[in-house]
């Protein structure tokens, strides 16, 4: 649909804002899908590099995800449920963290009141 902005660069600006987080949104999707299809603790980056975010999946259900605010060799992981705001942690390594979120997943597994 044409609009008297087309072109403007306010209208550019705006495109590729939408555009990036587009972009995003279809990176996370795949990583998604990847770790949906696998049995197991698996974890991948959905960021720009190895510092996270990363999702987090265990036999197929996605779990929630870890990060680092830490940007040196000697990182704290932290891990955030689907369903919950509250970070896990600091745990030494994002792995240490991924597991972290499988332990919750199952305790809530066999005690879904909690």
């Not at 600006?13 to 949104?25: I, L």
């Not at 795949?30 to 603790?41: C, K």
């Amino acid at each position: 649909m044409a609009d008297r902005n087309d072109g403007s660069p306010e209208a550019v600006a705006t495109a590729e804002t939408t555009f990036d987080a587009a972009v995003v949104a279809m990176h996370r999707q795949e990583v998604a899908a990847e770790l949906r299809s696998r049995n197991g603790l698996h974890y991948a980056s959905i960021g720009d590099d190895r510092l996270g975010p990363n999702l987090v999946a265990y036999n197929g259900q996605i779990l929630g995800e870890t990060h680092t605010t830490s940007p040196g060799a000697f990182r704290d992981w932290y891990a955030t449920p689907l369903d919950s705001k509250n970070d896990l942690g600091p745990f030494p390594t994002a792995r240490a963290a991924a597991a972290a979120l499988k332990r919750g997943a199952v305790a809530h597994h066999l005690n879904p009141s909690d």
